[in-house]
């Protein structure tokens, strides 16, 4: 079968396509046959050699953290039941470790039995792998933030895959949303998935227009999925008292935190860990409701683009370059 591997740590340039050995299911693991594998961020950020200190990573290896496909497989102690349904899951080894070499940007990938997630009838499987991991970590940020109707909601990265649920969701709860985000195609999907006000963050004084679209007061809630400056910005534009959740680091790092600041405004601030740190939350079940809310209309989801598994490189220059909107597929 063909797998795209990261031959060396460097840029996108060291993607390239092998025929490798199909693989085989283990005890409690399944073989699914690719359809479609999400394209994240952190792929990006592994393939140039960021995180070995936290991931157990050595080229060569196949990135792709998770698929969407048909279960042609199982191994032994799996229901065989399995075989022949529509699943999105996880990889067995998101391409980062646990002894197991392929990921999900290949024709074939494993998974665990006990991470997969049956697609409903009427929801494409590209839809279902972009969400993949959006889904259920939008579904954990809105529902640790508790949004009440009337409040102002302030959404960073408002143009990626995380962001344009979130605005979504937001609204449906009867906040009035401020997007930021990168450049007008951005802005205009965030209008058009319902943002009150939108505020392009490469332009000076950002954040200051932000809370100037909140009526002045600030914020009440921020969901930031930038990090870095951005994030910091972001909190200068929420209102005493506040909630501040920083899930994204697609500025490189997480938000860069003044806690003397965030002390005197009296915000309450979570970060990523402090959402995926906690055993009480029920991440299938969250993936399980995600695919149901967009099966019946309730979420749109935005593939802003998706390249086939030998332009695999393509995909990743464009999450780089930040001109990717919504999610980024792999097809197969």
Same mark, same amino acid.
């Given at each position: 079968?063909?797998?795209?591997?990261?031959?060396?740590?460097?840029?996108?340039?060291?993607?390239?396509?092998?025929?490798?050995?199909?693989?085989?299911?283990g005890p409690g693991?399944?073989?699914?046959?690719?359809?479609? !594998?999400?394209?994240?961020?952190?792929?990006?950020?592994?393939?140039?050699?960021?995180?070995?200190?936290?991931?157990?990573?050595?080229?060569?290896?196949?990135?792709?953290?998770?698929?969407?496909?048909?279960?042609?497989?199982?191994?032994?102690?799996?229901?065989?039941?399995?075989?022949?349904?529509?699943?999105?899951?996880?990889?067995?080894?998101? *391409?980062?470790?646990?002894?197991?070499?392929?990921?999900?940007?290949?024709? $074939?990938?494993?998974?665990?039995?006990?991470?997969?997630?049956?697609?409903?009838?009427?929801?494409?499987?590209?839809?279902?792998?972009?969400?993949?991991?959006?889904?259920?970590?939008?579904?954990?940020i809105f529902d640790? !933030?508790?949004? $009440?109707?009337?409040?102002?909601?302030?959404?960073?990265?408002?143009?990626?895959?995380?962001?344009?649920?979130?605005?979504?969701?937001?609204? !449906?709860?009867?906040?009035?949303?401020?997007? @930021?985000?990168?450049?007008? @195609?951005?802005?205009?999907?965030?209008?058009?998935?319902?943002?009150?006000?939108?505020?392009?963050?490469?332009?000076?004084?950002?954040?200051?227009?932000?809370?100037?679209?909140?009526?002045? @007061?600030?914020?009440?809630?921020?969901?930031?999925?930038? *990090? *870095?400056?951005?994030?910091?910005?972001?909190?200068?534009?929420?209102?005493?008292?506040?909630?501040?959740?920083?899930?994204?680091?697609?500025? &490189?790092?997480?938000?860069?935190?003044?806690?003397?600041?965030?002390?005197?405004?009296?915000?309450?601030?979570?970060?990523?860990?402090?959402?995926? &740190?906690?055993?009480?939350?029920?991440?299938?079940?969250?993936?399980?409701?995600?695919?149901?809310?967009?099966?019946?209309?309730?979420?749109?989801?935005?593939? *802003?683009?998706?390249?086939?598994?030998?332009?695999?490189?393509? @995909?990743?220059?464009?999450?780089?370059?930040?001109?990717?909107?919504?999610?980024?597929?792999?097809?197969?």
């Open positions: 079968m063909r797998a795209v591997h990261a031959t060396e740590f460097g840029g996108p340039e060291v993607l390239s396509v092998r025929e490798v050995p199909e693989p085989v299911a693991q399944v073989v699914v046959e690719v359809v479609a !594998a999400d394209v994240m961020f952190l792929d990006v950020q592994l393939r140039s050699g960021w995180g070995t200190e936290f991931f157990q990573l050595e080229p060569p290896y196949v990135p792709g953290g998770a698929v969407a496909g048909v279960v042609t497989s199982v191994g032994p102690e799996v229901d065989p039941s399995w075989v022949g349904k529509r699943v999105v899951t996880d990889t067995a080894a998101s *391409g980062i470790g646990g002894g197991q070499p392929i990921g999900g940007y290949a024709e $074939q990938a494993l998974a665990k039995a006990d991470t997969l997630v049956a697609v409903p009838e009427g929801l494409s499987l590209s839809a279902a792998v972009a969400l993949a991991h959006d889904g259920k970590t939008a579904l954990a640790r !933030a508790a949004i $009440q109707p009337g409040e102002s909601v302030l959404i960073t990265a408002a143009g990626g895959g995380l962001g344009t649920l979130l605005i979504q969701l937001a609204r !449906a709860a009867g906040a009035n949303v401020v997007a @930021a985000a990168r450049g007008s @195609a951005k802005l205009e999907l965030a209008t058009r998935l319902g943002a009150h006000a939108v505020v392009d963050y490469s332009e000076s004084e950002w954040s200051a227009k932000a809370r100037a679209a909140t009526g002045g @007061a600030g914020a009440d809630v921020v969901l930031d999925g930038a *990090g *870095g400056a951005l994030g910091a910005g972001a909190i200068e534009a929420a209102a005493d008292g506040s909630r501040f959740i920083g899930y994204g680091a697609a500025a &490189g790092q997480f938000a860069e935190i003044d806690r003397e600041v965030v002390a005197a405004k009296r915000i309450n601030v979570l970060g990523l860990f402090d959402l995926t &740190g906690t055993s009480d939350i029920d991440w299938l079940a969250l993936t399980e409701r995600s695919l149901i809310e967009a099966t019946a209309g309730r979420l749109e989801v935005v593939v *802003g683009q998706s390249f086939p598994l030998d332009q695999a490189d393509r @995909a990743h220059v464009a999450i780089e370059s930040r001109t990717a909107v919504g999610r980024t597929i792999l097809t197969v």
